[in-house]
């Protein structure tokens, strides 16, 4: 039997489902708990079936999270590698999409950090560079071959300078739609520290793209 | 009864949202219809959202899900059992990781570490390689590295003597060569490689001496190694234990001469077993 052929709930009822949710009707089915006991029984096309279905959502998440399409493919990679292998800790408590978010979210924040001490060693390069020692250095450009315009590059790298914590509530929130609740769930925190996060990252986004929110309050 | 700026602007979130109840709400907008300075971060705000969800949606590459196929295919989704602990033992890239690992030992001896450091420092932690088990592991791997999570994690750790580097050539009795664990990032172990380049050039006679030492140990050792402190006995039994479940060739006779110096410790301070 193929994953697709298997009668598990689509798309269309996933979002229903999460807009219940939302709402505050709490709909005690995972659409995700079908895929989720035929893999566990040794189905491997059902984890196939998952990670199609998810890949959007995770790939969306750690773009906008890490800043280029090399690494956050490289952490997608590692993310549903990880699901894989720990699969079994999965206890069906909460749905399992929230369980890709947390584990895609954990493998953002932990690559950002290795990134931020190679960005530090780049940095710390430049400078004995300008200061004539002879060392070569190529810093990349994370967003010149990634994002279309201008206007959405300066956001992504407003969201790149944003400490990871508020980046990840504000990227789940405003780019991703989960809800309060949802977020609290994936980044294992309480509702109000979501909220309180995601109003600092907005505030800090708010002064970096100073000149471009005043441009577009002026021609409202 | 009035409302304040401060109060005010404290809330522009959940007015955006809609979230505000609605007695508030109407003092909130009033106080707005008559502050242009609110009104005006309440504007910039929305206009900062809208920025945000103007972003496209990303597309994921067309062969993300085939390749991570292919790489669970090839065994790289397995469930990790104690057994890795022995199989890691010969994987060349945990040996490059131990030797970047090595060269930062001698060179940051002083440095302290805590346990709140980031998965990938299980790989090169300072304060040494380690046995963890299964829990451990899941635990690190899945939950953020919080202080609550290193917390929790770190009794479960067989922790290393913190100068193992120095103890390689003076063993401590009580330690041995059983293995080594590490979660090994490749940019990572880049990344560090790097850094002690960066270091060399600063230092380059040092730096060549900490090779040479870490070279030297390799030869002796012959495998990328783990000084286990065993000192508490239930960090022992918990990896003699682990030892044994594993299925590797090597682990009855690693289990057994960890039992032995257990007993013989004090009689007998070599470290590394020749048979291994």
């Known amino acids: ?220 | 009864m009035t409302v304040n700026c401060a109060r005010v602007r404290s809330h522009l979130g959940d007015h955006l949202e809609g979230d505000l109840e609605l007695q508030f709400r109407a003092r909130v907008d009033e106080h707005l219809g008559r502050c242009a300075s609110c009104a005006s971060e309440l504007s910039e705000l929305r206009s900062t959202v809208a920025l945000l969800r103007s972003l496209p949606a990303a597309q994921p590459p067309a062969e993300l899900a085939n390749a991570v196929m292919q790489r669970i295919g090839a065994g790289e989704g397995r469930m990790r059992r104690s057994g890795a602990v022995i199989r890691h033992l010969f994987d060349p890239r945990v040996t490059a990781a131990l030797a970047a690992g090595l060269a930062g030992f001698a060179i940051f001896t002083s440095v302290e570490t805590s346990w709140v450091q980031p998965p990938e420092s299980i790989a090169i932690a300072p304060n040494g390689v380690f046995v963890a088990d299964q829990n451990a592991i899941d635990l690190w791997e899945t939950s953020p590295p919080t202080l609550a999570t290193a917390r929790s994690v770190q009794p479960r750790l067989a922790a290393i003597e913190r100068t193992a580097a120095n103890r390689f050539y003076r063993p401590d009795p009580r330690s041995m060569v059983v293995g080594f664990y590490g979660r090994v990032d490749p940019d990572l172990q880049q990344l560090d490689l790097d850094e002690q380049l960066d270091r060399a050039k600063l230092d380059p006679r040092g730096f060549l001496r900490q090779l040479n030492e870490v070279a030297e140990f390799e030869r002796r050792s012959r495998v990328a190694p783990l000084v286990v402190r065993a000192g508490r006995r239930g960090d022992a039994q918990v990896v003699a234990r682990r030892l044994r479940d594993t299925s590797h060739p090597l682990a009855n006779t690693l289990a057994a001469e960890f039992d032995r110096k257990q007993s013989n410790s004090q009689q007998n301070p070599s470290v590394i077993p020749a048979s291994y």
């Open chain 1, 1 to 220: 039997m193929t994953a697709a052929g298997c009668g598990t709930i689509d798309a269309t009822t996933a979002t229903r489902a999460r807009i219940l949710l939302k709402s505050g009707d709490y709909l005690d089915v995972d659409p995700d708990g079908d895929l989720v006991t035929r893999w566990k029984a040794g189905d491997e096309s059902a984890f196939e079936h998952l990670i199609r279905r998810h890949q959007g959502r995770v790939f969306g998440l750690l773009l906008r999270m890490l800043g280029n399409r090399e690494d956050a493919e490289d952490v997608a990679q590692e993310t549903f590698i990880s699901l894989h292998r720990h699969g079994h800790r999965f206890r069906h408590d909460a749905r399992f999409s929230t369980f890709v978010y947390r584990v895609a979210a954990n493998a953002a924040l932990n690559r950002r950090r290795t990134l931020g001490r190679k960005n530090a060693r780049l940095r710390k390069l430049q400078t004995r560079h300008a200061a004539g020692d002879d060392l070569p250095t190529t810093p990349r450009d994370p967003e010149s071959a990634t994002f279309g315009t201008q206007v959405q590059a300066q956001v992504q790298d407003a969201l790149l300078q944003l400490p990871s914590d508020l980046r990840a509530a504000t990227v789940l929130y405003d780019i991703e739609g989960l809800s309060y609740r949802e977020i609290a769930a994936v980044l294992e925190i309480p509702e109000g520290t979501v909220k309180s996060r995601i109003h600092r990252a907005r505030s800090a986004l708010r002064e970096a793209l100073k000149g471009l929110v005043s441009n577009e309050t002026k021609g409202e």
